[in-house]
């Protein structure tokens, strides 16, 4: 772990490959869990907003969901997060063919909204847990990514690259240029 302004990273997301890999794993990750991807109060709002217009690209079962629980829900962790169809499928999964994708990305790639998808949804593997001083930057680890983790060793990919755009997202273009020069130093 290393501190990099008001945060503390985990050196995995430096050291460890990971390239996403739809064909092998079906985008399990946005139906396998135990919980709806983790929100931020500001995203829950942007989803109240964006609604209207991602419904269109939702299946009914999504829409059903979310129309009877909202946006965004509680956890059975107290935190902020997607609702969820059958305690399994984001509500905002759609599927193409048997792959699934985000609903809400669809109507980005659309042009329709100008938010891609949550920053969690977008980091992951990266996962950020906000405390009062710092927030923790942690690479997650997880059995239906084996496929990704092994494209990313292939193609050399590191996680920090993998995932730049969200890390700038998310924390900006300086901290990522200083994440840049700190993966730099380790190499050495």
């Given at each position: 772990m290393f501190q990099l302004g008001k945060t503390i990273v985990s050196e995995d997301i430096l050291s460890k490959d990971f390239v996403c890999n739809l064909t092998a794993c079906k985008g399990a990750c946005c139906v396998n869990g135990d919980a709806g991807a983790p929100l931020s109060q500001d995203e829950t709002k942007i989803l109240e907003e964006i609604y209207?217009?991602?419904?269109?690209?939702?299946r009914k079962q999504g829409i059903a969901v979310i129309?009877?629980?909202g946006t965004s829900v509680v956890g059975t962790d107290g935190e902020l997060e997607t609702p969820l169809i059958d305690d399994q499928d984001c509500a905002y999964v759609i599927?193409?063919?048997k792959t699934a994708l985000c609903g809400i990305e669809q109507a980005y790639n659309q042009g329709v909204i100008d938010w891609k998808k949550p920053v969690s949804c977008h980091l992951y593997p990266v996962r950020v847990k906000d405390f009062t001083e710092f927030a923790a930057v942690n690479y997650d680890k997880w059995d239906i990514?084996?496929?990704a983790?092994?494209?990313g060793q292939e193609l050399e990919v590191p996680v920090y690259k993998f995932v730049k755009e969200a890390l700038v997202r998310r924390f900006?273009?300086?901290?990522?240029?200083e994440l840049e020069k700190v993966a730099e130093g380790m190499k050495k």
């Open positions: 209207p217009k991602v419904k269109p690209f939702l129309e009877s629980q599927y193409d063919g990514c084996d496929p983790c092994s494209l900006g273009e300086d901290w990522y240029l």
